[in-house]
């Protein structure tokens, strides 16, 4: 069986076993990583996303890839020349299973972008909440 998974902008064929390099994931080595975008799975074919379906695999390493040299050259005048180089930042990950049903219900941590803001949940304005109410009654008083 084979899923279609969609992350970093891109999508992948993946079978239980592959190994992914994919766009930096905030995850470390040794970490299990659930894809929640699912488009196929077996046969089933999402509309555009299959529900309930997930990916999970582990995370091996963060690496970098193979550096893409740029060259610009403008002709007129002063005749300048620039070359740049970029490394970019992957995840190699391996898939360990393909869940078509209650990939929502698991307790394993979503795969995200490294660049992907994850909000701590608010409990601190709780806090500052009760003490508000606290000082309104006081001041009532």
Do not use: C, W
């Amino acid at each position: 069986m084979f899923a279609v998974l969609k992350t970093g902008g891109k999508q992948y064929r993946v079978q239980s076993g592959d190994v992914l390099r994919v766009e930096k994931l905030n995850a470390e080595a040794g970490d299990k990583v659930q894809f929640n975008d699912v488009l196929m799975i077996g046969a089933t074919v999402g509309a555009p996303l299959v529900a309930g379906a997930a990916v999970q695999a582990e995370v091996i390493d963060t690496i970098k890839a193979d550096k893409v040299i740029t060259y610009v050259k403008r002709r007129r005048k002063h005749s300048s020349q620039r070359t740049r180089g970029h490394r970019q930042q992957l995840t190699l990950v391996r898939i360990t299973d393909l869940l078509e049903k209650g990939g929502d219900k698991t307790d394993v941590k979503a795969a995200v972008g490294a660049r992907t803001k994850v909000e701590a949940p608010a409990k601190p304005a709780k806090a500052k909440k009760a003490k508000a109410e606290a000082s309104a009654e006081a001041a009532s008083e």
